[in-house]
């Protein structure tokens, strides 16, 4: 079903869609590289692409994948090289959890503890959603080196006596493409990392909260609100989620892609529309995703498929959406319904506390996106605080937010 606005929200997310797009119209692009030129072969990555496995390659998995979610079925100590400071034990964990075809399925994830001794009851836990990293098996997180800023921030909860469990996302690093912002496939993946980690008899307390960032902030949203419908135990030990500047209102901008979007589009938005629209041919086979696409389309599509999300990105700097589109995406059969049942975070039927963080800086989420969304949750009465940073990017609102973060987890802890 197609997502309903109050009036008023409407009025507000014109004005936003409207803003955003003119954000997008005089973003600054650069030069252009030729997707040919490069190479998904594992062993001629870039270094700071190459994964750290840490004994657990199960791309090509041939194993049993449990029907029941949330079964561990392997934890390996965390290659070293690929820990982040101020933790103590690290894993890297291989779980059950359903794809978005409701199937047995797998994910890997990554579990820290801090290095210091635990308190009576066990560390505090905190689920972690990460951010778009892109579609290839090789960028699971749990496998790569954490870009600096999610590193830091990762490692100042550790210090502060935060454990931690990072869900890899079902599809990455496992068996299946991942779809990406699929909400329920999200949601599915971090409640069956906590599941999984209960099977581990650390340190850690049964009650956790959520923090997601970017795609984890959509996942974040999803999980608080269908937690109930994935694992009844799982959600009843939630204490409470904080999605930062989460992918909200996307399902208003998809329909929207059309050849004759100006020039100069910010490519970090191409790149995301890529992952969608892959993510969307995976769990819609029967819908004609590539009869919209230029033959220069369809290659970028398949190039998601196998590398992260910076080669894309290069990949399609420079290039006009013409050059990518061979035709509206509003002319495919009953998108906006399906785009809303892929993606679209529900403003109400919420139970936990959210906090909701944003940059008015952020282009890569832009602001009014997340302001109407939180506007319309508060407006149905949901248990939702709204941050705002005007000076924050996406990736500096990690660092300018955490002091309110870190007072919203004390209250519920």
């Known amino acids: 079903m197609a997502v309903a606005y109050s009036r008023h929200t409407q009025r507000f997310l014109g004005m936003a869609l409207a803003v955003t797009l003119t954000l997008l119209t005089f973003a600054a692009a650069g030069p252009g590289a030729s997707a040919d030129q490069i190479d998904d072969a594992i062993d001629l990555l870039p270094p700071d692409e190459r994964p750290l496995w840490s004994g657990l390659d199960v791309r090509n998995y041939r194993g049993h994948a449990p029907r029941d979610s949330g079964i561990l079925l392997a934890a390996n100590p965390l290659d070293e090289r690929r820990i982040i400071p101020g933790s103590g034990e690290a894993y890297r964990i291989l779980y059950s959890t359903p794809d978005q075809h409701g199937n047995p399925a797998l994910s890997t994830g990554a579990v820290y503890l801090p290095a210091s001794p635990p308190p009576d009851g066990g560390f505090k836990l905190i689920a972690y959603g990460h951010g778009t990293v892109g579609l290839g098996d090789h960028c699971a997180p749990s496998a790569r080196t954490e870009d600096p800023d999610t590193g830091a921030y990762l490692s100042g909860w550790l210090r502060d006596g935060y454990a931690l469990v990072i869900t890899d996302y079902q599809g990455l690093g496992t068996p299946g493409v991942h779809p990406y912002l699929h909400g329920m ?42 937690a109930q419908q994935i694992d ?30 100006p020039a100069g589009l910010p490519p970090g938005l191409i790149v995301y529309a ?26 970028l599509l398949d190039l998601t498929l196998v590398r992260c999300t910076r080669p894309v990105r290069d990949a399609v700097t420079g290039l006009h959406p013409r050059e990518i589109l061979a035709r509206p995406l509003a002319e495919i059969p009953g998108i906006e319904d399906l785009v809303a049942e892929y993606l679209a975070v529900p403003t109400d039927g919420y139970t936990a506390p959210v906090l909701v963080a944003q940059g008015l800086a952020d282009l890569a989420v832009p602001a009014p996106l997340v302001l109407s969304f939180t506007a319309e949750m508060a407006a149905r009465n949901q248990p939702v605080e709204l941050v705002v940073h005007p000076a924050a990017d996406h990736l500096s609102l990690l660092a300018d937010s955490r002091d309110e973060v870190a007072a919203f987890l004390a209250r519920l802890f």
């Open 185 to 226: 496939t999200e949601a599915s993946s971090i409640v069956n990392s906590v599941r999984a980690l209960d099977q581990m008899e650390l340190p850690v307390s049964r009650e956790w909260a959520l923090i997601g960032h970017s795609q984890g902030g959509h996942a974040a949203l999803f999980t608080s609100r269908f």
């Open 232 to 261: 009844a135990d799982v959600a009843a030990r939630l204490l409470g989620t904080v999605a930062l500047a989460p992918g909200v209102n996307v399902e208003r901008l998809v329909p929207l892609a059309h050849p004759e979007l």
């Open 274 to 299: 890529l992952l969608i629209m892959a993510g969307m041919r995976e769990t819609y086979p029967d819908v004609p995703i590539g009869e919209y696409l230029t033959p220069r389309g369809r290659e």
